[in-house]
């Protein structure tokens, strides 16, 4: 069997689970290249098989199957999305279309993704801080924003242009109806920022603020790349101040990426919410 049939058989596999749903296909496909780019003895293995039934029972095949989509669930799947999602999606765009939304329909839509669940209390908080560094920005760019811009209106800015980056097709279609309906200058990008292809493009993104939140620690190997690559006045950069037991870590600052400042001569003011720590950080 073929490369390319292989990774497509695999991909359909992978997307067969509801946390990855929304993932677009270039994006499984690029990782299954890159892991069979670094082991070429797998795809020896499976390309002996010329059934699709006997691939998918080798132990080779199911290696791989879990490989894939634990990298995959740890910078996408992260999030319970709860079986009644879509009805609160629609629910909202109804609401904003009529302009009968409230806050507890932005709670409820915010909370399909746990990092928007516990940031929507701190909302005003954060940008209020921020702003008040940055001052008021024309260009927002949200790398990895999950359904974060969403939460535009808690800044409260009139005129300002957002533009919203994930590897997740479905939340790009969510915010793009958000924007429309809201009348916010909006677009977004399909962006996979393990891919190399994609850190380059961001060159070409200008914008007077870039929001990564919860985004460098996935992986810490292209935090660098992308921070200088961003073409922004200002980053602001956020991570959990949570560790996996659900408890509040003793010393939440992140000692690798202020070194990583520090050595790139980037200035920086740091501020916390209950579970979160915020990076300000000055690039021009």
């Excluded at 609160?88 to 409230?102: D, G, M, P, S």
């Excluded at 009139?158 to 997740?168: E, L, P, V």
Aim: hydrophobic share 40%.
């Amino acid at each position: 069997m073929d490369e390319h049939k292989i990774i497509s058989i695999l991909t359909a596999d992978i997307k067969n689970k509801k946390e990855l749903l929304g993932l677009d296909e270039s994006i499984v496909k690029s990782q299954l290249k890159e892991y069979f780019e670094k082991s070429k003895k797998s795809l020896s293995k499976l390309a002996q098989y010329q059934v699709e039934k006997q691939l998918k029972k080798s132990s080779e095949y199911e290696k791989v199957l879990k490989a894939i989509r634990a990298k995959l669930y740890e910078s996408y799947g992260m999030f319970q999305i709860p079986k009644n999602s879509e009805s609160i999606k629609q629910e909202f765009l109804r609401k904003v279309n009529a302009r009968q939304v409230n806050e507890d329909d932005f709670r409820n839509v915010l909370a399909l993704h746990l990092s928007t669940k516990e940031r929507f209390e701190h909302y005003s908080f954060i940008y209020d801080k921020i702003l008040q560094t940055t001052g008021k920005p024309k260009t927002i760019l949200d790398l990895g924003c999950g359904l974060n811009p969403l939460s535009a209106h808690y800044m409260g800015l009139k005129k300002f242009r957002y533009i919203a980056s994930d590897i997740d097709k479905s939340n790009l279609q969510l915010i793009e109806q958000f924007f429309k309906l809201s009348g916010i200058d909006g677009k977004t990008v399909l962006l996979d920022l393990a891919n190399e292809a994609d850190i380059q493009k961001l060159a070409f993104i200008e914008s007077d603020v870039c929001f990564m939140f919860k985004l460098l620690e996935i992986d810490k190997r292209i935090a660098e790349e992308i921070i200088t690559s961003v073409n922004a006045k200002y980053i602001v950069a956020s991570f959990s101040t949570v560790n996996l037991q659900g408890r509040i870590m003793a010393s939440p600052e992140r000692e690798w990426f202020e070194k990583l400042l520090h050595r790139l001569k980037y200035k920086f003011t740091t501020f916390k919410t209950e579970n979160e720590i915020f990076y300000m950080i000055r690039k021009s």
